[in-house]
């Protein structure tokens, strides 16, 4: 069965430093794989996704992250940070074609900014 | 933009009763998928459906069915509400496509069951 594995459960960094979130999946077939971030009060929004193609993925809001088959890790980055990243994020695997019969979440990480 | 709309913010109901939890889109989406968010568990996914009239299980489907009528309209149903169902429950809904689904996702319903 598929997993997903985010080890940082909080991370703090201060206002303009780098971020990187961690994500290791487990997972039989080739990998659909998922950023989502929530903030609070709100739902689910889509950071950015990988299937294929070039592993170093372009998403919104300035992050982005790199697909490491070797090492079965979808890590999340942002050069530098704002108060308005403060938020929930959560890295999945999709199963089925695409993410058709759902995704597998990891347990989110809480990214904390200080000022 | 694609619009997920759950009939409820807050609900509270008591151990026991039948709940309903509606779930609509607006972007004509084949599939639906009902999760439960947990603190410290992530998101779990419950129930999904392809089409109308038809359902699939998730990981966690015990205590829980679901109805899907029209194309839009998907529906969580706890015919015996209990105390460990207390949660937030999200609904979303996708395109299907080539490559990655993306998943939209409605504002939640947070349940309590006393």
Known sequence: ?115 | DVKVTQSSRYLVKRTGEKVFLECVQDMDHENMFWYRQDPGLGLRLIYFSYDVKMKEKGDIPEGYSVSREKKERFSLILESASTNQTSMYLCASSLVGQGADTQYFGPGTRLTVL
Do not use: M
């Open chain 1, 1 to 115: 069965a598929q997993s997903v594995t985010q080890p940082d459960i909080h991370i703090t960094v201060s206002e303009g430093a780098s971020l990187e979130l961690r994500c290791n999946y487990s997972y039989g077939a080739t990998p659909y794989l998922f950023w989502y971030v929530q903030s609070p009060g709100q739902g689910l929004q889509l950071l950015l996704k990988y299937f294929s193609g070039d592993t170093l993925v372009q998403g919104i809001k300035g992050f982005e992250a790199e697909f490491k088959r070797s090492q079965s890790s979808f890590n999340l980055r942002k050069p530098s940070v704002h108060w308005s990243d403060a938020a929930e994020y959560f890295c999945a695997v999709g199963v089925g074609g695409g993410g058709a019969d759902g995704l597998t979440f990891g347990k989110g990480t809480h990214l904390i900014i200080q000022p």
